[in-house]
């Protein structure tokens, strides 16, 4: 029967049976697993001494984990804020001595430089990866998008001078083929996609209802 007794300190004992941290993933996302998958042209079946199709995807995956388009972008002297075009203001306009244009900007539209040709998914592609297997609900797809941090202002007017824009975390939702634009949202603190009732997005944002 002493078999049975539990000792006085119990949670020492418990304490002393930790054995290392979990391989388990503690960190709650509203995003698929697969979604962070990259995209490799390797045979599922890999002949000895070849590398398996599994250790390179997750290879690639920590690679581009560690890449950031603002660093990346600052580390060529491009400031992101002033890739967004902006209305004139006739009585701040710089003179030449600033060495700055007074009328065209610094940067040229980015419609010269959207070619598709070398993407390695199509946009239904990128959607498809919210769908997880067995599930009928479509998950967003994690992206980064250069959007202003003041959301009312930058909904009233994208082009306005006192808007700073900056790359944020979001949450692809939707695409339209007509406009070819995507539909993102703001991920929170906890980089969770959720509406203003805190309920996950699902579907682009379309409920039953509509």
């Given at each position: 029967v002493t078999t049975f007794k539990m000792?006085?300190?119990?949670?020492?004992?418990?304490?002393k049976q930790?054995?290392?941290?979990?391989?388990?993933?503690?960190?709650?996302?509203?995003?698929?697993?697969?979604?962070?998958?990259?995209?490799?042209?390797i045979a599922f079946q890999a002949l000895p001494g070849q590398c398996?199709?599994?250790?390179?995807?997750?290879?690639?995956?920590?690679?581009?984990l560690t890449f950031d388009i603002a660093q990346l972008l600052a580390s060529?002297?491009?400031?992101?804020?002033?890739l967004m075009p902006r209305h004139h203001d006739p009585d701040n306009m710089?003179?030449?001595?600033?060495k700055k244009d007074p009328v065209f900007p610094i940067y040229l539209p980015l419609k010269i430089f959207d070619n598709d040709g070398y993407d390695c998914r199509t946009p239904e592609e990128w959607i498809s990866l919210g769908l997880e297997p067995g599930s009928h609900d479509r998950k967003p797809v994690?992206?980064?998008?250069?959007?202003?941090?003041?959301?009312?202002?930058?909904?009233?007017?994208?082009?306005s001078q006192k808007l700073i824009?900056?790359?944020?975390?979001?949450?692809?939702l939707d695409?339209?083929?007509?406009?070819?634009?995507?539909?993102?949202?703001?991920?929170?603190?906890?980089?969770l996609v959720r509406d203003e009732e805190g309920r996950p997005i699902l579907n682009g944002g379309i409920t039953p209802q509509g």
């Amino acid at each position: 029967v002493t078999t049975f007794k539990m000792p006085e300190e119990f949670g020492s004992v418990l304490d002393k049976q930790v054995i290392g941290p979990t391989t388990e993933n503690l960190i709650k996302s509203d995003f698929p697993v697969q979604s962070f998958k990259p995209k490799v042209q390797i045979a599922f079946q890999a002949l000895p001494g070849q590398c398996p199709r599994k250790i390179e995807v997750e290879r690639r995956r920590r690679l581009y984990l560690t890449f950031d388009i603002a660093q990346l972008l600052a580390s060529k002297g491009i400031d992101s804020d002033q890739l967004m075009p902006r209305h004139h203001d006739p009585d701040n306009m710089p003179t030449i001595e600033e060495k700055k244009d007074p009328v065209f900007p610094i940067y040229l539209p980015l419609k010269i430089f959207d070619n598709d040709g070398y993407d390695c998914r199509t946009p239904e592609e990128w959607i498809s990866l919210g769908l997880e297997p067995g599930s009928h609900d479509r998950k967003p797809v994690p992206g980064k998008a250069l959007l202003p941090t003041d959301d009312v202002l930058g909904h009233e007017d994208p082009k306005s001078q006192k808007l700073i824009y900056k790359w944020i975390d979001v949450g692809v939702l939707d695409y339209d083929k007509e406009t070819e634009l995507y539909l993102v949202h703001k991920t929170d603190k906890n980089g969770l996609v959720r509406d203003e009732e805190g309920r996950p997005i699902l579907n682009g944002g379309i409920t039953p209802q509509g």
